[in-house]
């Protein structure tokens, strides 16, 4: 009896002393999916790595805004000590002052997200994973309508052509959800060979943007598409789920809706069609990376936690579990990545995406979101029929030029 | 210390943590906002003081001018429109009708909603394709039956309150409970109608942007005058209780005496209701300025189901300026907004006043 009591105080001693000895290192993400790949992350994948290191990771996922969120924490100085940052925001967060560069090789990263979240040519993220955009098509719908499926080699043009095939053929269901939103338009502006900016910094709607405007607003007189706003959606995705279109401009991230929506559906993905001037294809990054926090008691181990949760194994996992694409390009060979299911398809198209003709990371400098408004004001001007092209266009330009004056 | 001292320092206890609590999120809150309104600040940087040059930037900015004559003119055709119907509404269920409790609820039930809800109700039932389209495609297709349907009804409710005219005094117009049986008698003549097939019907088919559009009606966004139908909706029965609680309190000997000075009801409502009802009113009328005026819920809601100069207010610059999606703060402007948003609110209620809608019974 007295004996067990010694061994019980000696083992909870230890207990305590290993336990004092930890790190504790707070990481914030948002809700939603994420939080379950998290979680399988510290818990699961790297339980063992961050015990060796002697890390206790407190996972403290946020939802709602979480740009919001950050930026308060961080003026509050209540900022976790690891947190995600979105390419979008990412300009905001890095002009903080708050935010610690990487201290880890970013070599085996994929060059493209590495610039993407270089800051005062310092790395401040290491991204976490990240997706393009890409065709989806419904094959039961090419079949019925007898249309091939699309291509990797498709154009503006030949696309379109088989989407009027699709809807003459099957009146009931569209080509294509067109939203006026440059996070979808992109991927063909950016295929037209015009640059967001100039080389003056300025945003100039030429004749290459004009050309790609009108192509994709002209979808929908053209009887190849449909706005998504007139079938009662929202996005692209909830189009092709509902299959009330054939194909869709989505990233990996379809795959959810597809799995909640329409977990039967039969689907394919080709790479996003090419201008037939340019012949280029354009493409957006999206990306998401895990930051450190200046102002954190305790930046070596966080450091340390980045790179843990974007290792090769923790990244090898995530990407089995088909949540994410990996952010290392050694990955890009992964045997998982070389199947046949639409999962599998999706994901090396979009992982094919990143070396895209005119790929642009998601974020516009210090103008962020504003940046975007007057184009997707002019696409949803001629969508809903309210304006023509020209005069929606001159409408957008006098915006930039505006913004480019409040600026100076 | 004597009791009058004693007094003093229990009524002080008793306002105190009221006091702290306006101290800490009014005062402190509102002249550290004028502080920042003065400077260049983003929420990480030392505030730089740089004077004038938030209110010279957004005087300039197109945004804002948008934003102000926005929310003006939304103050105004909300402030006015629910007052008039709420008044009506309180009028019609103080009346002496059957029931009074069943409508003063259903009346009420619009205000128990969350704004939050009741405006992602209003953003499904506003769609392009949605119910509200599809309600005037109805109308428009359906009209002559429509039509039909009302003389009918109006037939019915006024052969059956002026048969109890007969009878009784009083019996409202407007009475809910023959309107119950007007409506049923409407719908089943309406019915026979439409099974006889005498009346054309139309198929036209359109559809309607009530939010995702840059149309202008008068002097506001199309999206706005749509935010204002739903803002009407949602807060009319609250309004409508103040009123009922006013109406209460006018004592029956005026309406006896204008009655016997030969006073008919629409003269009795302009002269005796509306008059005693000022106090009401204003409270009404200010509460409505005030709540319109800093209207943000519905629009934030909306988000991109509408572009953002046809839904833009005062109160909504002031949040863009403050969390700019994927922008840094500018806290600056967004004091600077805010202290405008306020000296605006105060000076319009004073406007209110000074041009005769007082807290004061004029009798």
Redesign the interface.
């Known amino acids: 009896m007295h004996k067990t009591k010694i061994l019980l105080a000696g083992l909870s001693l230890l207990a305590l002393t290993s336990a004092a000895s930890a790190v504790d290192v707070r990481i914030s993400g948002w809700g939603g999916a994420e939080v379950a790949l998290v979680n399988g992350l510290i818990t699961d994948v790297l339980a063992e790595d961050l015990k060796a290191a002697d890390i206790n990771v407190v996972y403290e996922p946020v939802d709602g805004d979480f740009s919001q969120f950050i930026t308060n924490a961080l003026s509050a100085g209540t900022a976790p000590d690891l947190f995600y940052t979105d390419i979008f925001w990412s300009r905001a967060a890095f002009g903080t002052g708050k935010v610690e560069p990487t201290t880890a090789d970013t070599s085996p990263f994929a060059p493209n997200l590495i610039d993407a979240f270089t800051y005062d040519g310092k790395v401040m993220a290491l991204p976490k994973d990240f997706n393009t955009l890409a065709l989806q098509y419904n094959k039961d719908i090419f079949d019925d309508a007898g249309v091939a499926y699309p291509t990797d080699d498709e154009t503006w043009a030949t696309l379109q052509d088989k989407l009027v095939a699709i809807h003459a053929k099957l009146p009931d269901v569209n080509g294509l959800c067109v939203v006026p939103d440059y996070a979808r338009f992109a991927a063909f502006a950016l295929g037209s060979g015009w640059e967001p900016f100039n080389a003056e910094g300025k945003t100039v709607l030429d004749g290459n943007f004009k050309r790609a405007f009108a192509w994709y607003t002209g979808l929908v007189p053209a009887g190849a598409a449909v706005a998504a706003a007139d079938v009662g959606e929202g996005w692209t995705g909830g189009c092709f789920t509902k299959e009330l279109t054939a194909v869709a401009v989505e990233g990996a991230w379809i795959i959810g809706g597809i799995r909640d929506g329409a977990p039967n559906l039969n689907w394919g993905t080709a790479r996003i069609p090419k201008d037939p001037e340019s012949g280029q294809a354009g493409n957006l990054i999206f990306t998401v990376g895990w930051t450190v926090n200046a102002d954190s008691a305790v930046k070596d181990a966080a450091q340390k936690v980045a790179e843990l949760l974007t290792s090769e194994k923790a990244q090898q996992w995530v990407l089995e579990q088909g949540l994410a694409l990996p952010s290392r390009s050694a990955l890009v060979d992964n045997p998982w990545l070389q199947g046949d299911t639409p999962e599998q398809t999706v994901n090396r198209v979009v992982f094919a995406g990143l070396s895209d003709g005119n790929v642009e990371p998601f974020f516009f400098g210090d103008l962020g979101g504003a940046w975007m408004e007057p184009i997707n004001t002019a696409l949803n001007s001629v969508l809903t029929g309210e304006a023509d092209v020209d005069t929606a266009l001159a409408a957008a330009q006098a915006k930039f030029d505006g913004m480019a004056a409040q600026k100076q | 210390m004597n009791q009058r001292q004693r007094d003093h320092v229990v009524g002080y206890l008793f306002v105190l943590p009221f006091l702290i609590s306006l101290g800490t999120f009014f005062l402190y809150a509102a002249v550290r906002t004028l502080i920042f309104s003065f400077t260049d600040y983003?929420?990480?940087n030392t505030p730089a003081f740089i004077g004038l040059s938030n209110y010279v930037?957004m005087l300039?900015?197109?945004m804002f001018t948008l934003a102000l004559s926005n929310t003006l003119a939304f103050s105004l055709i909300v402030t006015v429109s629910q007052t008039i119907l709420a008044l009506l509404l309180a009028v019609m269920v103080n009346g002496v009708i059957k029931a009074r409790g069943f409508w003063r609820t259903v009346f009420y039930l619009p205000s128990i909603m969350s704004s939050a809800a009741m405006t992602l109700i209003f953003l499904w039932l506003f769609?392009?394709?949605?119910l509200m389209t599809e309600l005037v495609q109805f109308v428009v297709n359906a009209r002559w039956y429509i039509a039909a349907f009302l003389a009918i009804f109006l037939a019915i409710q006024l052969a059956l309150v002026f048969n109890a005219r007969r009878r009784y005094d009083g019996v409202s117009l407007a009475d809910p409970v023959f309107a119950t049986v007007a409506l049923g008698g409407a719908i089943v003549a309406t019915y026979l109608l439409r099974l006889g097939a005498l009346l054309p019907v139309y198929d036209e088919q359109f559809?309607i942007?009530w939010l995702?559009?840059?149309?202008r009606v008068l002097f506001l966004p199309q999206t706005l005058w749509s935010v204002a139908l739903m803002n009407v909706f949602t807060t009319v029965p609250t309004l409508m209780l103040l009123f009922l609680a006013g109406l209460q309190s006018i004592p029956v000997a005026l309406y006896e005496a204008a009655e016997l000075d030969g006073a008919g009801r629409v003269r009795q409502f302009l002269y005796v209701t509306v008059p005693s009802l000022t106090p009401v009113t204003f409270a009404v009328v200010t509460l409505g300025i005030i709540g319109t005026l800093q209207m943000f819920d519905q629009v934030a809601i909306l988000g991109?189901a509408a572009?953002?100069?046809s839904r833009i207010t005062l109160a909504f610059y002031i949040y863009a300026n403050a969390?700019?999606?994927?922008?840094?703060?500018r806290i600056g402007m967004s004091s600077a907004a805010a202290i405008l948003l306020g000296v605006l609110t105060l000076i319009i209620v004073y406007l209110q006043r000074a041009l005769g809608i007082s807290d004061k019974v004029d009798r």
């Open positions: 983003n929420l990480f930037a300039r900015d197109s769609q392009r394709q949605g559809l942007s995702n559009t840059q149309a991109d572009p953002l100069q969390f700019p999606e994927g922008a840094a703060s």
